[in-house]
Structure formats: C-alpha cells, structure tokens
C-alpha cells in the first residue's frame, strides 16, 4: 500500500512534496527554528512519500544495473514515475526538481521564484543517478547545490526547502533581515559587529557607532564589495561592478 508521512494539510500556501527513499530525514532541521514554527503554523506543509511503495515487484525495488555497463545502479524510470505521477498529478503546477550534483547551481534569484509559487515537488536521487528518460518524460529540473558529491538528494532538499521557506509571507520577523543579505543585492554581506565595544583588542569600527546612517550605509556597501571582490569576484558582473585582477 502506498504511504506518506504529511506535516499539516495540504491546503498550505506552500506545499512541499519530498520523494525519497529515506523519508525517515525529514522534517529534520526543518522542524525546529524558523522553518519549524513556520511548519506547526501552517504556513507551509510537508508531505514524504516513500519510493518504494511504487514497486511492484516483491523485493520492492527501485534500481537496475545501468545500461552499457559500469559501477553501481540507476534508479528505475517505471518506479519513479509512479511516485512522481502520485505526488504531482495532472494539474499541479508545481516545479518538479531533481537534486543532481550535475543540475544548475541553486541561486537566491531561483529560491525567491519558488518561495512566490506554490509549493515544490523534489526527487531526492540515490545510487549512480536517475534514467535519463525519467528526468525529460517528467519535466524535471535539475538543481545543485554545490560542486561536491552527497550520498543522496535528501540532504540538498533540506538546504533548498530551508533557504525557500525562510522567505515565505511571515516566516522571518524582520523582512529586512532577508533583504540585507549575502546574494540579495548580487554581493556578499557586510561584516557585523556588536557589544561589547571591545573584544581582545579589536574594536568596532568608529563609523558603526558615529549614528550617520548614510556613512554607515556606505562604508557596510564599501565592505560588501571588498569581500566579493576578495571571495567571490565571479559575483561582480552581476552586482554592476568591475572585475579587479
């Protein structure tokens, strides 16, 4: 019999469906915190279906060997389109995602466009990967979350849903706490600074405590652009800013 575990109904504004199979993961650090309150509040709901209720063999089995030979095991298009057909049925307009190492890289400009839809739809791949015919027959878009290999999507689902989630209407106490920080505005974020005055000889700069707030406008847009320009140069263009070598 197929089963999934869901956290509040699915009349949520935003509507989170996880296929996995380790559903056992989640909520996860999605429970506790900002994301946590937000969940018991309604203001988003979580649903995890378990991919091998899809099987229909009695092994329950989700992976093959991968055609032309080599390591490992692919999971299989028939099974996954199953769960996936359950999870998403026609109608849902939904992005369905695929959490590959191989997928385009995660941006805040993409996490601001899912926290405005719906809701999501995430397949969380395992073993050497996914059938190829799966990802184009459903429509998957392929998301990263960086250039390292994890055991499996789980882990990258939780990091999408927690940066999406946190900008959901209501989910933040201070909304310019979010409008103020690293990628926003296309560069990283200024330092912070905060009592004591001192810590082992090192000073908060003199301009954070003068109270002109147009200086200390500058001087935290000055220090974004140096970091940026230090850290992540390939974050300028974008920013409006000249590459410096």
Known sequence: MMTSQETRADTSPFRASVLTLYPEMFPGALGVSLAGRALGEGAWSLETLQIRDFAHDKHRSVDDTPAGGGAGMVMRADVLARAIDHASPEGDDRPRLLMSPRGKPLTQARVRELAAGPGVTILCGRFEGVDQRLIEARGLEEVSIGDYILSGGE??????????????PGVMGNQASGDEESFEGGLLEHPHYTRPQEFEGRAIPEVLTSGNHAKIATWRRAEAERLTAERRPDLLPAAGQPVTK
């Open 155 to 168: 882990p990258a689902a939780l990091v999408l849903l927690d940066a999406v989630v946190r900008l959901l």
